[in-house]
């Protein structure tokens, strides 16, 4: 048997630790894991009471057009319904769009660090992928970006905010981007961090999609909305756009309970709005700990901070792990000296900092 070439030098996913395993393995009772910036404060009520009444229809096939989802999210995107495609987590999306675009003659551009999914889906594609690093203050280097298409360039990534990085696209940047791709190149906003954002210059993406019918952008129900377990994200594009990839979708992608949840939790936004009070007041506490002990980080728009401790991370990690205290070590996010850390509740940030004191 002959894998594909391309698949051959990936290496599968590596997850954060799952909890159960650090419990057994350092005898710990309490576990707290901030390494995959999901919502430590769990998700709105009626999202858990709507996936227990959706509990009697297991037996039944999902509806693969989430109707009742899509009727609901497009009134809340203020979106025609049929600029909504949905999929199993916006990872799925990630895959469908490069399965969409990209093929062994083409290639596509992402920033460097990123999210490594559009790397990872672009190479089994077969797809050559032009990485371009960040700005020294952590921002996509779209000048850079821009300079990298050539004829073959079919899909361009900006993650904005980014991960692991925090950081942002401001509109004005976007815009003067966006005047520049030509027209036939997608350009992907992943906005999964979008409910988090505070910044003010921040872009409002769904109107620049009437001018720039080559953007498409990705949200998730998995970060704010606090869902990361039923798989359920979007994209939202121009109505030809989504019919075009519309066949590289699964039929049955999200599940009865993701789409009933999902639902439920759109009509919570109190949830949401009171999450990321929280979430503003979580991520100054990790500034003023980076300012008292001298150590650099990006200012975040996201739940999840990258502060560079100036020593290798791996040990930081492991030294941590051993506590309980469960992060992502900058090691494999191209940070060698920095833990990327989700920002928790107050009392969980407060420990983990003072740890991270002790250990400085
Ligand atoms: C977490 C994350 C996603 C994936 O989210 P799912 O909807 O759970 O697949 C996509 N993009 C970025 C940048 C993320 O951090």
């Avoid at 998700?43 to 009727?71: F, M, N, V």
């Avoid at 899909?155 to 401001?170: F, H, I």
């Avoid at 409002?204 to 080559?214: G, H, M």
Wanted: aromatic share 8%; charged share 20%.
């Amino acid at each position: 048997m002959q894998i594909k070439e391309q698949i051959r030098q990936l290496k599968p996913y590596q997850p954060g630790k799952p909890i159960e395993e650090v419990k057994s393995e350092y005898g710990l009772e309490k576990i707290v894991k901030l390494a995959s910036n999901e919502n430590p404060f769990g998700c709105s009520q009626a999202a858990k009471d709507a996936l227990h009444q959706e509990i009697e229809q297991l037996a039944l096939y999902p509806d693969g057009y989430s109707a009742a989802l899509r009727t609901r999210l497009s009134e809340h995107l203020q979106v025609s319904e049929s600029s909504i495609i949905f999929g199993n987590g916006s990872d799925e999306l990630v895959q469908i769009i490069c399965r969409s675009f990209l093929h062994g003659q083409t290639n596509t551009i992402t920033a460097a660090p990123t999210f490594p999914q559009y790397r990872h889906n672009a190479v089994i594609e077969g797809a050559e992928v032009r990485e371009i690093p960040l700005r020294s203050d952590g921002a996509h280097d779209l000048d850079q970006m821009l300079e990298a298409i050539d004829g073959q360039t079919k899909v361009v990534w900006v993650c904005n905010p980014n991960n692991p990085t925090g950081t942002y696209t401001s509109e004005g940047e976007l815009i003067s981007f966006l005047d520049r791709v030509p027209e036939h190149i997608l350009v992907v906003l992943d906005e999964a961090y979008y409910e988090y954002v505070t910044a003010e210059d921040y872009p409002e993406s769904i109107p620049l999609l009437k001018q720039y019918p080559n953007v498409m952008i990705l949200r998730t129900f998995s970060k704010a909305y606090g869902l990361a377990a039923l798989r359920v994200g979007y994209g939202i594009a121009s109505e030809a756009l989504i019919r075009q990839i519309e066949p590289a979708r699964e039929p049955f992608n999200t599940s009865r309970i993701g789409q009933a949840s999902a639902l439920a939790a759109l009509d919570d936004q109190a949830f949401i709005e009171a999450c990321v009070e929280k979430n503003k007041a979580g991520l100054k506490q990790y500034y003023d700990f980076a300012e008292t002990h001298g150590l650099t980080c990006y200012p975040s728009q996201t739940n999840f901070v990258l502060i560079d401790f100036n020593r290798p991370a791996d040990e930081l990690f492991q030294a941590l792990l051993q506590k309980g205290y469960i992060v992502r070590s900058g090691q494999a996010l191209g940070f060698p000296t920095a833990l990327r850390i989700t920002v928790g509740t107050k009392e969980q940030n407060e420990e983990i900092l003072t740890i991270l004191a002790e250990l400085l």
